[in-house]
């Protein structure tokens, strides 16, 4: 079949979704485009913080109260404890929770949102193609989309990106020296001895990344995670399963852990300060926007698909505006903030103990933010 839309939406997370939803408020005909059936999962702590929070409820009126209500907040907490090895580090209350969501559930809502509104959906078909100059793409049922504008919104292996890449737009290198990787498994909260209520961060088992245990309603979630060209993935499995048993987790549920265990990389500081090109831009993972520190990367993914749209629309009132727009969106609202976070990252992590790189992670993790 052949499509013809204004923008077309590449991958449905809280990126695409978002982007969709928006710029189908401002007129637009917009479709979504992924290559899964939704619901569906996505490897993910699953950690929102504040500033995500009020993003979704300026964008989608969605408070807190709300998410809680309808279940889209899995579980809240007040209790963090940050440890090198067994060494405490910091630990308290935060004065505003820490809310962990699952993925298959925020993203369904999140999508639900931008349908509900009118954006047209293609499910289970992965773009395979996709022309920057003519703004074509063809799917893997041999679909093709016309659309005057495109989002790259399929996460850290976008095939968008990939485009890019091949057109020297983008240094595959520069994308591959601050790549992650991360692992994630879940144990019975039960099964292992530590305060089933707290979020925990580990320090000194891994370069430079970390171990995390979020706290869910029934399970805990147990994840590994820094940077790629450090890591060998067997080795983050050995990582985890000493630490499991180090947690008084025996031997058979952590073979089960293990036998559970799911990889997925995380752009780690790769971001791309110039993801656009004429009428095609990138946002959410797949223009490598996460925090180098904490790897919290679903506020980064709605708030560039925001930039994105609010671009699109000013380029729709004044042709040709769209990559300077775009780029001076994300430099003054991403870009600024993360290359501070990546420029003192080494220091942290190598110098500066685990004392004070505990001290900055409760400042990006659970500062209060007035408005994002
Ligand atoms: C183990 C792990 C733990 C994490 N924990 C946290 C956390 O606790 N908190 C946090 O804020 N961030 C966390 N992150 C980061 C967070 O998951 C991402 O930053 C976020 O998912 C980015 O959203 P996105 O919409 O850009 O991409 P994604 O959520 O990856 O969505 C991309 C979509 O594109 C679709 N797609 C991909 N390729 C194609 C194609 N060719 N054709 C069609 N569709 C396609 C996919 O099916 C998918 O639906 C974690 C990441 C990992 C790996």
Request: glycine letters at 8%; one cysteine or more; aromatic letters at 12%.
């Amino acid at each position: 079949m052949d499509y013809d839309f204004d923008v077309a939406v590449i991958g449905a997370g809280p990126a695409g979704s978002t982007a969709a939803y928006l710029l189908n408020k401002s007129g637009f005909n917009v479709v979504i485009i992924d290559k899964s059936f939704f619901p569906r999962d996505k490897l993910c702590g699953g950690l929102i913080t504040v500033k995500t929070l009020k993003f979704l409820e300026r964008i989608y009126q969605d408070n807190e109260e709300s998410l809680i209500k309808n279940d889209i907040i899995n579980f809240s907490t007040n209790k963090f404890y940050f440890l090198n090895k067994k060494k405490k580090l910091e630990d308290g209350f935060t004065k505003i929770p820490t809310h962990f969501v699952e993925r298959i559930i925020y993203d369904k809502h999140l999508l639900d949102k931008a349908i509900d509104s009118g954006v047209k959906i293609i499910y289970g078909e992965e773009v395979k193609k996709i022309d920057l100059e003519t703004n074509k793409i063809v799917t893997s049922n041999g679909d093709t989309i016309h659309s005057k504008y495109i989002i790259g919104a399929d996460g850290a292996n976008s095939v968008v990106r990939k485009e890019f890449e091949r057109k020297d737009l983008i240094d595959k290198n520069y994308w591959l020296s601050n790549l992650g990787f991360a692992l994630e498994t879940f144990v019975d909260k039960e099964k292992i001895s530590i305060d089933k209520d707290t979020m925990y961060l580990f320090f000194g088992y891994i370069k430079i990344g970390y171990i995390w245990i979020f706290p869910n309603k029934e399970k805990a979630v147990i994840g590994a995670g820094g940077l790629l060209k450090n890591l060998d993935g067997n080795d983050l499995k050995d990582v985890i399963s000493k630490f499991l048993l180090s947690y008084g987790v025996d031997k058979n549920t952590v073979e089960k852990c293990i036998k559970n265990i799911k990889g997925h990389p995380i752009p780690f500081g790769n971001f791309i300060r110039n993801p656009a090109h004429k009428n095609v831009v990138l946002i959410g993972d797949a223009a490598g926007f996460v925090n180098p520190i904490t790897g919290e990367g679903i506020y980064y993914a709605h708030k560039s698909a925001e930039l994105a749209a609010e671009a699109i629309i000013k380029d729709h009132k004044k042709q040709g505006i769209l990559e300077e727009e775009y780029i001076k969106n994300i430099n003054m609202f991403i870009i600024h903030e993360l290359s501070k976070i990546l420029k003192s990252r080494g220091l942290y992590f190598k110098f500066f103990n685990n004392y004070y790189l505990a001290k900055t992670l409760m400042y990006l993790m659970f500062r209060k933010i007035n408005y994002v």
